[in-house]
């Protein structure tokens, strides 16, 4: 069954770095874009990222333009997101997507001193 895992998360201070990973099974991961979305409690997803099937294509929020970078391994079944320059305004749970139509099961990012 198409499954995405999700690691990555955690508790960084503002300024600070993390790198989510998205690893996709039980489908051809390389036929479908792959984005990024965060959630806060009490508000509804938002789109953080995207890039296309073949990794050749991003797109991101303003909110995180300059900051975050987007990225897959094709290789590999996993798609990045590199995160610096964190703000507290970033916290969130992050989750993944595929096109496909699934959702990972959310990382938990803190931003926080």
């Known amino acids: 069954q198409v499954q995405l895992v999700q690691s990555g998360g955690g508790l960084v201070q503002p300024g600070g770095s993390l790198r989510l990973s998205c690893v996709a099974s039980?489908?051809?991961?390389?036929?479908?874009?792959m984005y990024w979305y965060r959630q806060v409690p009490g508000k509804g997803r938002e789109l953080v990222a995207t890039?296309?099937?073949?990794?050749?294509?991003?797109d991101y929020a303003d909110s995180v333009k300059g900051r975050f970078t987007i990225s897959r391994d094709n290789a590999k079944n996993t798609a990045y997101l590199q995160m610096n320059n964190l703000k507290p305004e970033d916290t969130a749970v992050y989750f993944c997507?595929?096109?496909?139509?699934?959702w990972g099961q959310g990382t938990q990012v803190t931003v926080s001193s």
């Open positions: 039980g489908f051809t991961f390389n036929n479908y874009a």
């Open positions: 997507y595929t096109t496909k139509g699934f």
């Open positions: 890039i296309d099937s073949g990794g050749t294509t991003t």
